[in-house]
């Protein structure tokens, strides 16, 4: 799988491009403020973007869909609940296909109700419900701390521990990680109740 990662913007966000070297077709996940790099390199390497895919609603991430849309024809594909304009609707587990390649949604609510993690050529790109070394808030409208809980130990804590972690921010150490790291290192995926990830998680 063809894969490049970019620091977008003032907030430290990652967008990426994935694709299948094959039949030349990509994806740009999170186009964020401006996606013109990925854009640019899905070009340089002959890769037509046939979807544009959204972690979750959140204007940091969703900044640029409209245009890149408009200059690729790049679907746009974000779960049920998320806010954007979609072509594709995304529900959890579904699979999307991206030339041979088979992407997985999995639904991860919490640090907004839309939230999804994509799995796909042994990455998972974890937008803002996994960091490198922390998670997303859960303090936002839409946030939901139970929902980030659950996600976080029934969802991504389960994961395998070979797919390397791909987040949505650059707020680690790494720019990438790993779930069995993160599941060993990151303070956010540590063993506890729901009541002491929430103590933990309002603690300054």
């Known amino acids: 799988m063809f894969f490049e990662q970019a620091l977008i913007g003032q907030m430290a966000n990652f967008g990426y491009l994935i694709g299948d070297p094959e039949a030349k077709v990509a994806a740009v996940i999170d186009p964020s403020f ?6 640019k390199a899905a070009g340089e390497n002959g890769f037509t973007i046939e979807l544009i895919l959204n972690t979750h609603h959140h204007p940091d991430h969703v900044f640029d869909n409209e245009r890149l849309a408009n200059e690729t024809g790049g679907k746009v594909a974000a779960h049920r ?12 587990r579904a699979i999307l296909h991206l030339g041979s390649l088979g992407i997985t949604v999995e639904h991860t609510p919490g640090h907004s109700p839309d939230s999804c993690c994509f799995v796909v050529g042994g990455r998972v790109f974890t937008g803002d419900c996994l960091f490198v070394g922390d998670c997303g808030r859960v303090d936002l409208p839409g946030s939901d701390i139970d929902q980030m809980y659950d996600s976080l130990f029934h969802r ?24 069995g ?24």
């Not at 991504?156 to 791909?166: N, T, Y």
């Open 181 to 204: 790291a993160e599941r060993r290192t990151n303070p956010t995926l540590q063993p506890r109740s729901l009541e002491e990830f929430k103590v933990f998680m309002k603690a300054p």
């Open 156 to 179: 991504v804590r389960k994961m395998d521990d070979e797919l390397i972690v791909c987040p949505g921010h650059h707020y680690g150490p790494t720019p990438t990680s790993t779930i």
């Open 81 to 92: 609940l998320s806010r954007v304009r979609k072509d594709i609707v995304l529900e959890d």
């Open 34 to 39: 401006d996606a013109r790099a990925l854009q």
